[in-house]
Nanobody, 122 residues
Framework: QVQLVESGGGLVQPGGSLRLSCAAS????????MGWYRQAPGKQRELVAA???????DYADSVKGRFTISRDNAKNTVYLQMNSLKPEDTAVYYC????????????????WGQGTLVTVSS
């Protein structure tokens, strides 16, 4: 079974920084897209940032210029560096891996992490 383990969430003050990590484990051959979603209280889950195995990135307009997504393909790990945090960034952040190919498999999988809470408050 493929699993995503997230870490790095916590409480920070406005203007502060936080770095989230997500490591995929299991018998994995490849992962095409890894990304971060978030769900704020009373809101729908939304895409924050995503990155392909080739390094192409996509960001939500609300985080452009403040957040940076990166990944280590050898470790099957994705990171989200969050700078200049705002109270509006408060949410549960979920790691996602899509087009996951297991060793010996001929089908794609989509896997979600358990979520990590980020709270931005003074």
């Amino acid at each position: 079974q493929v699993q995503l383990v997230e870490s790095g969430g916590g409480l920070v003050q406005p203007g502060g920084s936080l770095r989230l990590s997500c490591a995929a484990s299991g018998s994995i051959f490849s992962i095409y897209i890894m990304g971060w979603y978030r769900q704020a209280p009373g809101k729908q889950r939304e895409l924050v940032a995503a990155i392909t195995s080739g390094g192409s990135t996509d960001y939500a307009d609300s985080v452009k210029g403040r957040f940076t997504i990166s990944r280590d393909n050898a470790k099957n790990t994705v990171y989200l560096q969050m700078n200049s945090l705002k109270p509006e960034d408060t949410a549960v952040y979920y790691c996602n891996a899509d087009r996951v190919v297991g060793i010996g498999s001929y089908r794609y999988l989509e896997v979600w992490g358990q979520g990590t809470l980020v709270t931005v408050s003074s």
